[in-house]
């Protein structure tokens, strides 16, 4: 459903690329909002943020020096594996029609052109573009990973 919420918000708003990061935006937001959340819950009550309220802290000044540079790095996880979704989100609106029209290059558009030229025998045209869009999306999920192994040792895989 979340990728038919985003069709229905580049349909209204139109074509553009601006419309289709307000889409991913409005898709991805809630993931972020629970990371967010639960992340402040489990540091809400830790001893550092105890200690911080008793020197006669305000909450804003812990939320800023205390909670928010503790939930940063979970967070930087969260966007880069959000990242190889956004990318298929931005590439498959263009590839129904629905993301940057087709003098502007993207890979959604370059696999929806080369796929008309697989049954010729050209199946080149929609392969690369899509070994492309395959291999950043593996990337940035990599990165991810990476990223999560760095911040929370205890999960290494």
Same mark, same amino acid.
């Given at each position: 459903?979340?990728? !038919?919420?985003?069709?229905?918000? !580049?349909?209204?708003? &139109?074509?553009?690329? #601006? +419309?289709?990061?307000?889409?991913?935006?409005?898709?991805?937001?809630?993931?972020?909002? =629970?990371?967010?959340?639960?992340?402040?819950?489990?540091? =809400?009550?830790?001893?550092? %943020?105890?200690?911080? =309220?008793? @020197?006669?802290?305000?909450?804003?000044?812990?939320?800023?020096?205390?909670? /928010?540079?503790?939930?940063?790095?979970?967070?930087?996880?969260?966007?880069?594996?959000?990242?190889?979704?956004?990318?298929? +989100?931005?590439?498959?609106?263009? /590839?129904?029609?629905?993301?940057? =029209?087709?003098? $502007?290059? #993207?890979?959604?558009?370059?696999?929806? #052109? &080369?796929?008309?030229? !697989?049954?010729?025998? #050209?199946?080149?045209?929609?392969?690369?573009?899509? &070994?492309?869009?395959?291999?950043?999306?593996? @990337? /940035?999920?990599?990165?991810? $990973? &990476?990223?999560?192994?760095? %911040? !929370?040792?205890?999960?290494?895989?």
């Amino acid at each position: 459903p979340l990728f !038919v919420l985003a069709m229905g918000v !580049v349909a209204a708003l &139109g074509n553009s690329v #601006e +419309n289709i990061i307000y889409a991913t935006a409005v898709i991805n937001l809630p993931f972020y909002a =629970r990371v967010a959340r639960s992340e402040t819950s489990l540091r =809400r009550n830790a001893g550092f %943020v105890q200690a911080a =309220r008793l @020197c006669g802290n305000s909450d804003l000044r812990i939320l800023a020096t205390q909670i /928010f540079p503790n939930i940063l790095p979970p967070m930087m996880v969260q966007i880069s594996l959000n990242m190889g979704w956004a990318i298929l +989100n931005a590439a498959g609106l263009s /590839f129904i029609g629905l993301g940057v =029209r087709p003098p $502007d290059a #993207e890979w959604g558009i370059m696999v929806a #052109e &080369g796929a008309t030229y !697989v049954i010729s025998g #050209e199946w080149w045209l929609a392969l690369f573009p899509g &070994g492309a869009l395959m291999l950043a999306v593996f @990337c /940035f999920n990599l990165l991810g $990973d &990476g990223l999560r192994d760095l %911040v !929370v040792p205890l999960r290494r895989t």
